[in-house]
Structures are given as C-alpha cells and as structure tokens.
C-alpha cells in the first residue's frame, strides 16, 4: 500500500472532504488577512475602544486592550499552523527513522530503540514539556516547535516498526534481497514507501493533538509568547472579562474547537482507509 492509496480513498469520504475544506478556509485566511485585516497588536483607542462588541469595524469585537479580536485570531492561526505542521514534520521524520531501523535491523538495535521509546512513553508527554519550558523564562518559537516535536515521535516509531517488519516478510523485499539490495537501499527504497500509509495518518491525527497542546501551553504562559498571539494566549487573557465581553474567548475557544475537529475527520478517514478490507 502506498502513501496515494489511503488518500485516494479516504478523500471520498464525506468526513474527510469536510475536514478539507475546514483546513483549507483556515490556511486561507492565515495566508491572506494580515493583508487585509488591522495590525493584530495595534491599541488604537485604550479608553473608548474597550471590550467593543462585534459590529461591522470589528467583525469580532475588540479585547481589553481595544485590540481587534478578529486580527489576532487570524494571526494566531499562523502560529498555530506553523507550529503544528512543523512540529509534527519533525516527529513524524524521527519516528519514521526509528520505526524503519528497528523493524528491519532487529537483533540489538531493535531491543534497544524499543526500550528507549517504551521509557520515553511511560513519561506523560505534557509533564515532559513542562520540565523542559519551566527552565526557559522567554522560549523562542523555533524552540518551542523543536522542544513538542522531539516529544511527540514515540507513538510514530512503534507503528513505522510494526509496519516495517510485516512488509519485510513480502516477496519483493525478499526478491530485493535475493538481487543483492543493501539493507540502506531495501529499507528506503522498498520498505518506507510502502510503509507511508500509517505515517500519513499518524501525522494527520498529530496535528490535532499539536494545536491542542500548544494552546494549553500558551494559556500557561509557557508556549507562544506575547507579542505573538496565540488561540490559547487570547483565552487566558480574556478570563477576567470573559462575562463583560464573551466575545474574546469564545472566538479562540472555537477556533481551536473547528481545527482540531478537521484535522481528527481527515486523521479518522485516512486511518479507515489504511485498514485492511476498507
């Protein structure tokens, strides 16, 4: 099974073609509103521009800075797109090279990588991150995406593994062998392609998973750091004026709710379609 057939398939469910759409509205927008909508960190009225409602100005609302919530929103989608897709870019690379070295090595590198990921895995992720962004008092971006992706490959790996020892029992990794492939060229030339179905799905799922672990990050002060906005930083900031002005929240709130549902449809479809008899 290759990486296109899962798509294929899944691509016809009306799940994932939601999914799609959500996603590509949202990339839209990230992409084209800061041209089109005001400075997401401009405090043009800090008195009468307060808490405004929603109205045509402010499609919106203002927050209790008298910044436009729909701004920020839009800015904050960068943030969180970006750091998602890079994270999950990075985990899904070094659990796809774990994954392919454990399941066609095996022996003692098999044993070893496999107890390094089953230690990894029985830390909870989350109180991982908090060990390693409490010892930094400003985390830089790049940072904080290099910190979630190193944290998030163990799941990746067992399922590339898995994967990678069914497959090297298959007549044409054999037949490879037989011809005198090198175990470098049977695994990346035979094996990871024909392994990329589960790593689509893995990666799709780890987007949702991303987004939400960034904005609970951010809402702790402990992932994107103001001036950055951040779906998660905009819900912290408007807990005190969450009752006078709902607005501030509720848009970040189901921002977050709308990303992480469309990329868990398109995650959930692609996965239907890598099982067998789908």
């Given amino acids: 099974m290759t990486a296109r057939s899962p798509f294929a398939t899944a691509i016809r469910r009306p799940g994932a073609r939601t ?23 401009a405090q043009p009225d800090v008195l009468a521009g307060v808490n405004l409602p929603p109205s045509a100005a402010h499609p919106l609302g203002t927050d209790q800075l008298s ?3 729909l701004s920020r929103l839009v800015s904050g989608a960068r943030i969180s797109l970006v750091v998602a897709l890079l994270s999950v870019a990075l985990a899904v690379t070094i659990g796809t090279l774990v994954g392919v070295t454990a399941g066609y090595a095996g022996g003692w590198a098999d044993a070893i990588l496999m107890r390094m990921v089953d230690a990894a895995l029985a830390i909870p992720r989350l109180f ?10 400003r985390i830089p971006l790049w940072a904080l995406v290099v910190m979630i992706g190193a944290t998030g490959w163990f799941a990746t790996s067992l399922v590339v593994r898995a994967e990678v020892r069914r497959l090297a029992a298959e007549p044409f990794v054999l037949g490879a062998e037989a011809l005198g492939a090198g175990p470098a060229r049977v695994a990346f030339h035979h094996l ?7 790593v689509l799905v893995s990666a799709t799922l780890g987007v949702g998973n991303v987004i939400l672990l960034e904005a609970g990050l951010s809402f702790l002060g402990l992932g994107v750091q103001p001036p950055l906005p951040s779906w998660g930083g905009m819900i912290f900031d408007a807990r005190e004026t969450m009752h006078a002005a709902p607005w501030t929240m509720l ?16 995650g959930e479809a692609l996965r239907r379609a890598a099982e067998p008899g789908r």
């Fill in 67 to 69: 910044r436009d919530v």
């Fill in 19 to 41: 999914g799609l759409v959500l996603l590509a509205l949202l990339a839209a927008a990230a992409l084209v509103g800061p041209f089109l909508l005001p400075d997401p960190a």
């Fill in 128 to 137: 991982l991150l908090l060990l390693l962004l409490a010892a930094w008092e």
């Fill in 192 to 198: 990871l392609p024909n392994a990329l179905g589960p």
């Fill in 251 to 266: 848009a970040p709130g189901a921002a977050i709710v709308v990303t992480v549902l469309a990329a868990n449809l398109v």
